[in-house]
C-alpha cells in the first residue's frame, strides 16, 4: 500500500488514539497515570509485533508484491506489480518447474489489473509479454499491444517487443499483415518500416513497395 503515501491519516489516528487516552480515559474516572504505562507497553507491543512480522514480506520484491496483491486485490498497481514480478520469475533460468504456475499466475493478475484500469499501459505491456512467454499466444500479445498504441500511437516498446516475438516466427505473409496494421498506427516509426521494407522484398520479390 506504499504506507509513507498515507502518512496523513496515520497522524490522525494516533492523534485520536492520543486524546483517548489523554482525555477520555481520566473522564472514565480510571486513574490515567497508574494505568499509562500498561497501555503504552500494550501498543508499542502491539505494533513491533507488527512490523517484524511485516519484515518477512520485506525479503525482495517478489514475495512484497505477491504478498501484497492479496491485501489490495483491487489496486492496478499492486496486481501490475505482481504480475510483473511473477512473469520475470517464471522466465528466470533454474525456474523451469515453476513456469507454468508463474505464467498462469502473472496472467490472471495482469488481466484483472487492465479490469480495473483499461488504460493502464504497463499492465497491457506486461500481459502482452506474459502470453507470448506462456505459449506463444501472437493473436493475444498484439491484441494487448495494439490496445497500448490506441492510447499512444508513438510508444515504441510496442514496436520493440513485436519486433522480438517475431524473430521466432516463419509465417511471413502473418508478419506482414501484422506490420501492415502497425503502420497505420504509426507510419513513420522505423522499426515497422524496416521490417516492411525487408519482408517486400526478400520474401515477396516486391522491390517498389520494398524500397
Given at each position: 500500500?506504499?504506507?509513507?503515501?498515507?502518512?496523513?491519516?496515520?497522524?490522525?489516528?494516533c492523534i485520536v488514539l492520543a486524546y483517548?487516552?489523554?482525555?477520555?480515559?481520566?473522564?472514565?474516572?480510571?486513574?490515567?497515570?497508574?494505568?499509562?504505562?500498561?497501555?503504552?507497553?500494550?501498543?508499542?507491543?502491539?505494533?513491533?509485533?507488527?512490523?517484524?512480522?511485516?519484515?518477512?514480506?520485506?525479503?525482495?520484491?517478489?514475495?512484497?508484491?505477491?504478498?501484497?496483491?492479496?491485501?489490495?486485490?483491487?489496486?492496478?498497481?499492486?496486481?501490475?506489480?505482481?504480475?510483473?514480478?511473477?512473469?520475470?520469475?517464471?522466465?528466470?533460468?533454474?525456474?523451469?518447474?515453476?513456469?507454468?504456475?508463474?505464467?498462469?499466475?502473472?496472467?490472471?493478475?495482469?488481466?484483472?489489473?487492465?479490469?480495473?484500469?483499461?488504460?493502464?499501459?504497463?499492465?497491457?505491456?506486461?500481459?502482452?509479454?506474459?502470453?507470448?512467454?506462456?505459449?506463444?499466444?501472437?493473436?493475444?500479445?498484439?491484441?494487448?499491444?495494439?490496445?497500448?498504441?490506441?492510447?499512444?500511437?508513438?510508444?515504441?516498446?510496442?514496436?520493440?517487443?513485436?519486433?522480438?516475438?517475431?524473430?521466432?516466427?516463419?509465417?511471413?505473409?502473418?508478419?506482414?499483415?501484422?506490420?501492415?496494421?502497425?503502420?497505420?498506427?504509426?507510419?513513420?516509426?522505423?522499426?515497422?518500416?524496416?521490417?516492411?521494407?525487408?519482408?517486400?522484398?526478400?520474401?515477396?520479390?516486391?522491390?517498389?513497395?520494398?524500397?
Amino acid at each position: 500500500m506504499n504506507e509513507r503515501f498515507i502518512f496523513i491519516s496515520s497522524l490522525g489516528f494516533c492523534i485520536v488514539l492520543a486524546y483517548l487516552f489523554v482525555v477520555g480515559l481520566p473522564e472514565l474516572n480510571l486513574k490515567f497515570e497508574k494505568i499509562s504505562p500498561f497501555l503504552v507497553i500494550i501498543v508499542l507491543g502491539l505494533y513491533s509485533f507488527k512490523t517484524i512480522d511485516r519484515n518477512k514480506d520485506w525479503k525482495n520484491d517478489f514475495t512484497l508484491f505477491t504478498h501484497d496483491v492479496k491485501i489490495s486485490g483491487n489496486s492496478a498497481k499492486s496486481n501490475t506489480s505482481a504480475g510483473g514480478k511473477l512473469l520475470e520469475e517464471a522466465i528466470k533460468k533454474g525456474n523451469e518447474l515453476k513456469r507454468e504456475k508463474y505464467l498462469k499466475l502473472s496472467i490472471q493478475y495482469l488481466e484483472k489489473a487492465v479490469e480495473i484500469h483499461p488504460r493502464y499501459v504497463d499492465a497491457l505491456i506486461l500481459l502482452g509479454n506474459a502470453w507470448y512467454e506462456y505459449n506463444k499466444n501472437y493473436d493475444k500479445s498484439l491484441y494487448y499491444y495494439k490496445s497500448i498504441l490506441q492510447i499512444n500511437p508513438q510508444y515504441p516498446q510496442v514496436f520493440t517487443n513485436i519486433d522480438i516475438i517475431f524473430n521466432s516466427l516463419d509465417s511471413v505473409d502473418y508478419e506482414i499483415k501484422i506490420w501492415e496494421e502497425l503502420y497505420k498506427f504509426n507510419n513513420k516509426n522505423y522499426i515497422v518500416n524496416y521490417n516492411l521494407g525487408n519482408l517486400y522484398g526478400r520474401f515477396k520479390n516486391d522491390l517498389e513497395k520494398s524500397i
